[in-house]
């Protein structure tokens, strides 16, 4: 009897099974197959965002995904200069002291080699129009050794600098290897490398809510990813850098000192 009883239970499990399969079968496929829509667009989405994002470095032909605008990075670019003035209130030059008409005179032949570059090795509008803002060129009183340039063309140097750069074919090696980095997009190219990773981290979120993937995601980002493309950029900005200052009719041999140093 008790034999009989388990069968029985057995056997409507296995009715209530199949009809739950046959209820299955009978649901729409919009829901049956729902997930795959979103997939299928998001692969699509990928492969367009790649490709709308796909461009070459200037003079290096160096292939890259940039997914910035060049008009939005010199807004940002001029946003960051007004801080950056703030920040440096009280430490910044005259325009007339001897530094500051240095970096002047300096930068403006910099200037006029990268807008020759532009012309020669650029490809694109994007390229062009990082040279279409006039320079500003701002001299901060600060031990330490460092000149950068942000978009929207604007110079800054720290007085720490005058230590290395002994002459003008010094400083203007390096102020040729820092607006090189502008020349090329490099700020605009981490921002567009920070976009995706984050989009990368929000679906590594998705597929493995523990978290575990995201902690070994950050890691392998900065080893496989940012510290390879930053050393990248400075190589192609060395390059660059060269050129201009060749172009700008200074001593391309004192990049090699300024490096070693």
Avoid at 10 to 29: D, G, K, T
Avoid at 76 to 85: I, R
Wanted: aromatic content about 10%.
């Amino acid at each position: 009897h008790i034999i009989i009883c388990q069968t029985r239970s057995h056997f409507i499990s296995l009715r209530r099974y199949a009809s739950r399969r046959s209820n299955h079968n009978e649901l729409p496929p919009y829901i049956k197959y729902g997930f795959i829509i979103p997939m299928t667009g998001l692969a699509m989405g990928s492969v367009y965002a790649y490709y709308s994002c796909l461009d070459y470095a200037p003079y290096t032909n160096r292939k890259r995904l940039i997914c910035t605008n060049p008009k939005w990075e010199q807004e940002m670019g001029h946003k960051q200069y007004k801080e950056l003035l703030q920040k440096f209130k009280g430490d910044i030059l005259p325009a007339d002291h001897r530094a500051s008409v240095t970096v002047q005179r300096v930068g403006s032949r910099i200037a006029a080699a990268a807008q020759s570059f532009s012309a020669q090795y650029g490809q694109t509008n994007d390229t062009t129009n990082a040279t279409t803002s006039p320079y500003t060129y701002t001299v901060v009183r600060s031990p330490e050794a460092n000149a950068f340039v942000i978009p929207g063309n604007h110079v800054f140097v720290l007085t720490g600098l005058f230590r290395y750069a002994h002459n003008e074919d010094d400083l203007a090696s390096v102020l040729g290897h820092e607006m090189a980095h502008n020349l090329a997009r490099h700020a605009g190219e981490r921002v567009s490398e920070s976009i995706l990773m984050t989009i990368l981290s929000r679906l590594v979120l998705i597929l493995d809510p523990t978290g575990i993937l995201f902690t070994l995601l950050v890691p392998a980002q900065q080893l496989l990813v940012a510290l390879p493309h930053s050393r990248e950029h400075e190589v192609e900005a060395d390059k660059i850098g060269i050129v201009l200052a060749s172009e700008a009719c200074y001593d391309p041999r004192s990049a090699k000192i300024d490096f070693q140093e």
